[in-house]
Nanobody, 116 residues
Framework: QVQLLESGGGLVQAGGSLKLSCAVSGTTSRMNSMGWYRQAPGNQRELVATVSRGSTTTYADSVKGRFTISMDNAKNTVYLQMNSLKPEDTAVYYC??????????WGQGTQVTVSS
C-alpha cells in the first residue's frame, strides 16, 4: 500500500524558514511527479509547487522566489524549502505524488503556522 509520510511542519516567525519532506513508501516504482498543496481554514486546497521526474517545476505565483521544490527520484522523496515565510502561508500542507500510471496519492498533511 502506497503511503506518503510528511515531516518538517511547525511554528515559525514571519521571515523565517522551514523545510518540508515527503517520502513515499509501499512501492519502488518511480513517480511521474510530486508536489505540495496547501489548505488554509475556510479555503480550498491550492497548488503550491510541483516537480516532474524530469525536474520541471511549477510554482504558485504567491510563493515564487521564496519556495523551492526538489525531488530525489531514487528515494521517491520530495522537499519544499520555504524561505521568507509570511503569515498568509499558514495552512496545512499536503504532499501529493502521481505514479507513472497516473494514480494520485495524498499525504495526511502537516501544519505550518507563521506568526506575525
Amino acid at each position: 500500500q502506497v503511503q506518503l509520510l510528511e515531516s518538517g511542519g511547525g511554528l515559525v516567525q514571519a521571515g523565517g524558514s522551514l523545510k518540508l519532506s515527503c517520502a513515499v513508501s509501499g512501492t519502488t516504482s518511480r513517480m511521474n511527479s510530486m508536489g505540495w498543496y496547501r489548505q488554509a481554514p475556510g479555503n480550498q486546497r491550492e497548488l503550491v509547487a510541483t516537480v516532474s521526474r524530469g525536474s520541471t517545476t511549477t510554482y504558485a505565483d504567491s510563493v515564487k522566489g521564496r519556495f523551492t521544490i526538489s525531488m530525489d527520484n531514487a528515494k521517491n522523496t520530495v522537499y519544499l524549502q520555504m524561505n521568507s515565510l509570511k503569515p498568509e502561508d499558514t495552512a496545512v500542507y499536503y504532499c501529493q505524488c502521481v505514479t507513472t500510471y497516473y494514480v494520485t496519492y495524498w499525504g495526511q498533511g502537516t501544519q505550518v503556522t507563521v506568526s506575525s
